[in-house]
């Protein structure tokens, strides 16, 4: 089996004290294949070397996480653009709007959207989105952009079914990590009503790790957790899981 993980931060502060043992663990556990977005430029040097050290593993994308936008969102964009290009990074991400800690940048956080779908379509590469308290938002947005070059994964998605078939119907598919095992997280209702085709695997660690390690770091091995509770909920077996999301990352990200 091999899982893939479109979401993971390695390159965190979290695991500066044994990252190469996180991820050999992960890699022991089967998850052979780490997408990792960006934050801002600060974390672009930790990537690069992410990637260095395990180049057959490790994929990059870049983008500005919208709770990054700020006054100076321009001159970090022009950063990130010049390293999506330097690293042939696979997607721009992780970009949206994010209106859970701040609302004061929301206009920013629009415009920076909007550039950043704008890279992607020119290069013909995939988004990732970034999306909370602010699905009304991301879909306006992503209206604007609707076509055959928008495409992508609307990553940690929380939203309903409603919610989940209209971001399918603009060319992403869906996210899906620890939330899927927490106990009101709500996916569990629905996940079952929607193809497997559109759906990714990720754990977005060190965030939202899931049961039974909750409220912990989350990692990258603890994705064949997220890959059992998909399989118990679709009737599928976890090979079933782990090769269909795999299959569904590489067309997404075209690697």
């Not at 500005?64 to 969102?73: D, Q």
Request: charged share 25%; with cysteine; hydrophobic share 40%.
């Amino acid at each position: 089996m091999v899982f893939t993980d479109t979401h993971t931060h390695l390159y965190s502060e979290s695991f500066a004290d044994d990252r190469d043992e996180v991820i050999q663990e992960a890699i022991n556990k089967g998850v052979k294949r780490f997408f990792l977005p960006a934050i801002d430029s600060s974390y672009l040097s930790k990537m690069r070397e992410l990637k260095n050290a395990f180049p057959l593993n490790m994929f990059l994308m870049s983008g500005l996480h919208p709770t990054h936008v700020k006054e100076n969102f321009q001159e970090e964009l022009a950063v990130l653009e010049s390293f999506l290009d330097e690293t042939q990074a696979v997607a721009v991400g992780e970009i949206g709007i994010d209106l859970y800690w701040d609302k004061a940048f929301l206009k920013e956080q629009q415009e920076a959207f909007h550039l950043q779908i704008e890279w992607a379509k020119k290069r013909q590469l995939p988004i990732v989105i970034h999306c909370r308290d602010a699905f009304d938002e991301v879909f306006e947005v992503l209206e604007a952009h609707r076509g055959p070059l928008l495409r992508g994964i609307f990553h940690c998605f929380t939203g309903d079914l409603s919610q989940a078939n209209r971001a399918i119907s603009l060319g992403m598919k869906l996210g899906i990590g620890g939330v899927l095992t927490f106990k009101n997280g709500g996916l569990d209702r629905f996940i079952d009503q929607v193809d497997l085709s559109h759906l990714v695997l990720e754990t977005d660690a060190p965030y939202l790790a899931p049961v039974p390690y909750r409220g912990k770091r989350n990692e990258s091995a603890y994705l064949p957790l997220v890959a059992q509770k998909l399989a118990d909920l679709t009737g599928k077996t976890i090979e079933d899981i782990a090769a269909i999301t795999t299959e569904n990352s590489k067309t997404v990200f075209g690697v």
